[in-house]
């Protein structure tokens, strides 16, 4: 059974642009949720999908948004961007939106300039 | 709602020595509770929960917690330091399936040990 895996590793962009993040979830798993990790900071919940479909947000702007595929990928793209998003984006993925286990990617880092 | 605290954004210890770090909680349903471990430069790793039965819950690594609903508390032992033991911890309380079960983090403790 692999892991959860997230690409790039690190990634640098300047302020105004957009990008696109992904995950791979554990093989069967059907729920996906992101984070971001502020340096210095415990992971703020982004949102989560749940069977293709948005479940869930967090306190943040619209900007932010997500699409998660049939292979049990997904993506976070983050529109505009700012210095404030500099941060550790995480991936989690469970078994079921019920479960109480969620495993974590290594997470991508975002320096945004 | 949910939230968390925990108290020491910094805790050294001796190797060998216990280690306790503490986190408090609150929440308006029985609550779900997680430590998770980050490295440097690495995701999180989940040490251990709980959900409903034994208070007393073992984790990996030597890793211990209790829940203690009446101090609405969920501190994290381990006997004897190791120096791998060396990282960043974070309590989490789970959310109300009503918020996408989302996990709800503290600011972390960062565990140093000295030889």
């Known amino acids: 059974e692999t892991g959860v895996t997230q690409s790039p590793t690190h990634l640098i962009k300047t302020r105004g642009q957009q990008v696109t993040l992904r995950c791979s979830s554990q093989s069967g798993h059907n729920t996906v949720s992101w984070y971001q990790q502020a340096l210095g900071q415990g992971p703020q919940f982004i949102f989560q999908y749940y069977r293709e479909e948005e479940n869930g947000r967090g306190n943040f702007p619209p900007r932010f948004s997500g699409l998660q595929f049939p292979n049990y990928s997904s993506e976070l793209n983050v529109n505009a961007l700012e210095l404030d998003d500099s941060a550790l984006y995480l991936c989690a993925s469970s078994l079921e939106i019920r479960s109480d286990t969620q495993y974590f990617g290594p997470g991508t880092r975002l320096t945004v300039l | 709602a949910q939230s968390v605290t925990q108290l020491g954004s910094h805790v050294s210890v001796s190797e060998g020595a216990l280690v306790l770090l503490r986190c408090n909680y609150s929440s308006s349903v029985p609550p779900y509770l997680f430590w998770y471990v980050q490295y440097p430069n690495q995701g999180l790793q989940l040490l251990l929960k709980?959900?409903?039965?034994?208070?007393l819950v073992k984790g990996i690594n030597g890793f211990e917690a209790e829940f203690k609903k009446s101090e609405t508390s969920f501190h994290l032992t381990k006997p004897s330091a190791h120096m791998s033991d060396a990282a960043e911890y974070f309590c989490a309380v789970r959310g109300g399936d009503n918020q996408g079960g989302k996990l709800i983090f503290g600011q972390g403790t960062e565990l140093s040990v000295k030889p």
């Open positions: 709980y959900t409903t039965g034994a208070t």
